[in-house]
């Protein structure tokens, strides 16, 4: 029994060695601590949504009264990852969209419209409170197609939402708001 025990820790010990270990001693890493993410983002966004920036496509619909959202954003331009925590506070009505999801960033300057470059899942919850947390690597899909039969998050690269915040916007889509419930511009 001992004797076991010792070899197991000895091959564990050979194990371990074996692999290299960045980082383990006296290496700073930043978020570690707090955040528990060993992930690197090359940007970061906070993003709030509002009814009073949605535009349809004959102008402002007003979207959905009462509603806001929370989009968090941390954005890796190297693996083209995003990772998101997208809360919706007083959002009502179904989720209705001709696209995967109904939750999104679409590219377009403020007060005009374009397609969607990424769908996340829809945050879950009630009214009150609606939630929707990970991470998702391109290609991207969003189920909508370009004029070319070629999904429009395809060939989408996050980088380009860094080369020009502005020209980006996430949105959520409700059935009693189609166009859009709340809007906000990446920057
Ligand atoms: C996600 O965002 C919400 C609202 O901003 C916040 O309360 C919550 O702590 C965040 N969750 C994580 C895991 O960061």
Redesign the pocket.
Known sequence: MRFSIVAAVAACATTVSAVPTPGWKGEHRPGWKT?ANPFTFTSTYSVKATPDQVIGPDGPTGGLAGATG?Y?LGLNSDTNTICY?I?LIGFRGDYQSAALTATHIHEAAKGATGPPRIAFPNPVGDEKYA?S?GCIKGPFATGIDNADGVDTGAAFQVSQIEANPAGFFADAHSSLAVPGAVRGQIA
């Open positions: 955040s929370y968090e925590n809360t939630n947390i």
